[in-house]
């Protein structure tokens, strides 16, 4: 695994009922649900270092500095962007940010993934079970 910082991945969402915080269960207004808003930086995460993590190798998340700082209604066009900023002993740290339609900041913030072999993580969790 040679991975480097840089890597970046864009994710483009429009919001929908099922992502608004009365959906989830986060609140009661038709905006975009904190917890969704988290599952898609991650996802953008996950994406950037897509095919650069080696044979048998995942990324499990570990640590989330997240700020939701603007509402984004049903039907608002949100993007994603997540860079790998960070790359130390297999710990990735990234950069999230969020943007609406208009360039306004929707939210930002870390997120900090480990780098894992799937097979053994899986058999630890089992071996838990």
Same mark, same amino acid.
């Given at each position: 695994?040679a991975l480097?910082?840089g ?7 429009v919001?929908? &009922? ?10 009661d207004v038709?905006v975009?649900a904190?917890?969704?808003l ?5 996802a953008a995460?996950?994406?950037a270092?897509?095919g &650069?993590?080696?044979?048998?190798h995942t990324?499990v998340g570990t640590?989330?500095?997240l700020?939701?700082r603007?509402?984004?209604g049903i ?7 997540a860079e790998?900023?960070d790359v130390?002993?297999g710990t990735?740290?990234f950069e999230v940010?969020a ?5 306004e900041?929707?939210?930002?913030g ?6 894992v ?5 899986l058999?630890?969790l089992r071996?838990?079970?």
């Amino acid at each position: 695994m040679a991975l480097r910082s840089g890597l970046v991945a864009v994710i483009e969402h429009v919001v929908t &009922e099922e992502d608004t915080a009365i959906a989830v269960g986060s609140g009661d207004v038709p905006v975009l649900a904190t917890p969704r808003l988290l599952a898609l930086v991650e996802a953008a995460t996950v994406r950037a270092v897509e095919g &650069e993590l080696g044979e048998g190798h995942t990324s499990v998340g570990t640590r989330v500095q997240l700020e939701h700082r603007r509402a984004s209604g049903i039907g608002t066009r949100v993007t994603i962007r997540a860079e790998l900023v960070d790359v130390h002993d297999g710990t990735l740290r990234f950069e999230v940010l969020a943007e609406d339609e208009h360039g306004e900041l929707v939210g930002h913030g870390q997120i900090t993934r480990v780098v894992v072999e799937r097979e053994r993580f899986l058999a630890r969790l089992r071996a838990r079970a």
